[in-house]
């Protein structure tokens, strides 16, 4: 698309629509757009070549600076608290996460504490057998404040390194969910002193603009960390992780890649802004 071609009107406007066609966001896209316009005007820019460069450097530089790490406590067990919508992928994010943690040699314990949705424990057993992990789950339609702090309980007992709370998402009944993760959020900290160190948001990336609705609604609740984005299969809408940063100034740290457990990865953004334009061709 601008390898090999002279930089014009025409072709920044291409290069525009390709942007927000990504989820890259108005904002961004604006901003981006206007230096381009800008250097092009005024004799700076010409080539395609050199609008992919300055393209992939303000991307880079957007995202750049941010902490991707994820917390670990002093002393142990660390808490990471997985939250998001129903049918974002949450439940197999945790299940990516744990392994993740396993294949650090990090020991892990699960709280199932999304009781209200039968089939999100029955799934979540089914990954802590597969991992050879141990969970914590509670009688269909549980307080889950009672299955946390009976995990938290536990996780202390055992000494394990990690406890991954896994919560509901249903927000269909907004303020409802949002006490029950205020709750969730409380009960772990007063049993596990500093608990949730991480509270991770899972969003879906092919949910696009609605990502970014669904994130507001629950930083009003819970002091979210970072970012799992799922269902990153591909670069197409790979602009997302933009948009989020600059809706929500919360940096993405993980991103799901596949269906298996293996299939995650900490975010690399200069990698991944790479890879979004690497099908260039003259």
Do not use: C
Not at 30 to 49: C, E, F, K, S, V
Not at 201 to 214: E, K, R, Y
Request: aromatic share 4%; charged share 25%; hydrophobic share 50%.
């Amino acid at each position: 698309m601008l390898l090999g071609r002279r930089l014009s009107e025409e072709l920044i406007d291409e290069i525009e629509a390709r942007l927000i066609a990504a989820d890259t966001g108005v904002a961004a896209t604006t901003a981006i757009i206007d230096q381009l316009r800008q250097a092009y005007r005024t004799g700076n820019t010409t080539r395609g070549d050199d609008a992919l460069e300055s393209l992939k450097g303000q991307l880079k530089a957007r995202l750049a600076g941010a902490d991707r790490s994820l917390a670990v406590a002093a002393v142990k067990p660390t808490v990471v608290l997985i939250a998001g919508v129903n049918g974002s992928g949450k439940t197999t994010s945790a299940a990516k996460i744990a392994k993740s943690f396993t294949d650090d040699g990090h020991s892990v314990l699960l709280a199932a504490a999304d009781t209200f949705r039968a089939a999100a424990v029955a799934q979540l057993s089914i990954w802590a057998e597969r991992l050879g992990v141990d969970i914590v789950k509670g009688a269909p339609g549980a307080d889950p404040a009672a299955v946390v702090f009976d995990a938290a309980d536990a996780a202390l007992a055992r000494g394990v390194d990690v406890l991954l709370i896994d919560t509901g998402g249903r927000l269909h009944t907004q303020a409802n969910l949002m006490r029950q993760l205020t709750k969730i959020r409380d009960v772990a900290a007063k049993r596990i002193p500093g608990a949730p160190h991480e509270v991770l948001l899972v969003l879906d990336a092919t949910a696009g603009q609605n990502a970014i609705a669904q994130a507001e609604i629950f930083t009003k609740a819970i002091d979210i960390t970072g970012i799992f984005l799922a269902k990153l299969d591909g670069t197409a809408k790979g602009g997302i992780v933009v948009a989020i940063h600059d809706a929500l100034g919360i940096p993405v740290k993980l991103i799901g890649l596949g269906e298996t457990p293996d299939d995650v990865e900490v975010f690399d953004p200069d990698a991944f802004i790479d890879a979004m334009f690497a099908d260039e061709k003259a």
